[in-house]
Antibody, heavy 120, light 112 residues
């Protein structure tokens, strides 16, 4: 069974750097074809795709956020880490990670999400 | 970047009646490999999104056959043949033909 769970601070201050961790089980990111994406959702708003990391360490980012985002993986811990610099109140959102299934190019399953509030 | 546009943004449907959601992309989602990279996700209240349909018309495991997807190129439709109470939530289309990936604005389905 594949599961993913996001963790990180619930509250960050403006200008700070956010670090989120996606801990997963049921697959390995060292296996060819495996990929993990991050997606976020501001309260009451739509989903926004943020980033993807692949088994071979290829990385891809949202055009509007790529200067602020870094995605990385620790295959020994089954974790994917997303950092976002210079946080602003507009970055308040629930952040999700999801497995990106090669072959069907689907996001499934998703983690439960973690709400991050940016406020001084 | 590819822009995904959904209509309507909300709809209210009587149980047992059909529902339809449109999704249009700013570029064709048909790849040279013959696949069309259009997906539908449902976010039920208080839950994470879940995959409904992949590559336009393929229902994901466990998705009831009252859900169907159709379309080609830049125009796509999700149909629910007979809406049930458990279908409430926000439906999103998504494209994966080109990075960065992108979602539609979402369509909120409510039950009358």
């Amino acid at each position: 069974q594949v599961t993913l769970k996001e963790s990180g601070p619930a509250l960050v201050k403006p200008t700070q750097t956010l670090t989120l961790t996606c801990t997963f089980s049921g697959f390995s990111l060292s296996t060819s074809g495996m990929r993990v994406s991050w997606i976020r959702q501001p309260p009451g708003k739509a989903l926004e795709w943020l980033a993807r990391i692949d088994w071979d360490d290829d990385k891809f980012y949202s055009t509007s956020l790529k200067t602020r985002l870094t995605i990385s993986k620790d295959t020994s811990k089954n974790q994917v880490v997303l950092t976002m610099t210079n946080m602003d109140p507009v970055d308040t959102a629930t952040y999700y990670c999801a497995r990106f299934n090669s072959g069907t190019d689907t996001l499934s399953p998703w983690g439960q999400g973690t709400l991050v509030t940016v406020s001084s | 970047d590819i822009v995904m546009t959904q209509t309507p943004l909300s709809l209210s449907v009587t149980p047992g009646q059909p529902a339809s959601i449109s999704c249009k992309s700013s570029q064709s989602l048909l790849h040279s490999d013959g696949r069309t990279y259009l997906y539908w996700y449902l976010q039920k209240p208080g839950q994470s999104p879940q995959l409904l349909i992949y590559e336009v018309s393929n229902r994901f495991s466990g998705v009831p056959d009252r859900f169907s997807g159709s379309g080609s190129g830049t125009d796509f439709t999700l149909k629910i043949s007979r809406v049930e109470a458990e279908d409430v939530g926000v439906y999103y289309c998504m494209q994966c033909i080109q990075l960065p990936y992108s979602f539609g604005q979402g369509t909120k389905l409510e039950i009358k």
